[in-house]
């Protein structure tokens, strides 16, 4: 692939992350000349409820990074910190799962959004969160701990490259899309970072919901549950082979391809196929009976009822 063809590759991804650099707190408060092009820049977090955003604007930012990246990679990570930003979690509760918005909109009336999730919610299913310092969580934010976000990806502490795609940011490549960014951003009239929704590990959902973030996590608990619940029944009955039968039959269901207009129903029917593609593969492994034991405590562990909060829509 030619240098020409991996800028332009790069470009899409990198687009708005220029964007976060000088973002200030608020609905729009802050402005920025762009190649001639006066700039609105916007975050929208959830500090009410002890949820930041921190972007290169803000004075803690540089303490932040320093602290977060590692003595190993901090120079590798010098070129791409001003395209990035932190979620702070300042409250009590460990945030498990929560939805990203970026959106650049140019002074033509285009608008460039990409909305990214991140999420380890296996404690709203009942699992407990490790206690043991070798596991180590991901996606999840302890009280008082920050992670780094671009565009689209999440940065790991270790190194520059975002963790979990393919959306890695050579650092001989990104003078260069900066270069084109300079460009594109000329065009831009106003930049915005939003935190859309967030769980707690209490199950307590915060945030506007815009993109229907609650609705899609509670499918996604819902159905592994339903299922988890399907096989405890039939354990109880010693009907586990149709328990089994039935759960590789969805399994083979029609794949749900989901959009932005997916209902909660395609969601649901979406993990539906998916987890019961993960237990028939996990049962031919270690064998109904065991596989049986481990999920039926699975189900009777007491789990959080996920909620919105009060003043924030309907459950």
Known sequence: MTRGLVLKKYLAILIALLSVVGIVTGVVVGRRNNQGMSVHFNKRDLSNDGIRILTSADPEFEAVAANYFTSKSSNSNKSLKPFSIFIENRGTRTIVAYMLVWQIVKTDGQVLTNTTSYSEPGVLMGNEIPTDPRFKHIQAINPGGVRC????????????????????????????????????????????????????????????????????????????????????????????????????????????????????????????????????????????ESLAEYLVKLHKKPHPLLKRKIGEGKL
């Open 149 to 288: 976000f671009t565009w689209s990806a999440l940065v790991s502490p270790e190194g520059g490259q975002p963790l979990g795609g393919s959306n890695t940011m050579p650092t001989d490549l990104i003078k260069g899309v900066r270069d084109q960014l300079t460009d594109e951003l000329s065009q831009a009239s106003d930049l915005t970072v939003s935190l859309d929704g967030v769980f707690f590990d209490d199950g307590e959902f915060v945030g506007p919901n815009a993109t229907g973030f609650f609705e899609r996590i509670q499918a996604m608990v819902k159905a592994k549950k339903d299922l988890r619940r399907d096989i405890a029944f039939a354990n109880d009955k010693d009907k586990l082979e149709e328990a089994f039968d039935r759960v590789a039959a969805k399994g083979l269901s029609p794949s749900i391809v989901l959009t932005s207009q997916s209902s909660p129903d395609d969601y649901y029917k979406y993990y539906t196929k998916l987890f019961a593609e993960e237990i028939d593969n996990m049962q031919k492994f270690y064998g109904k």
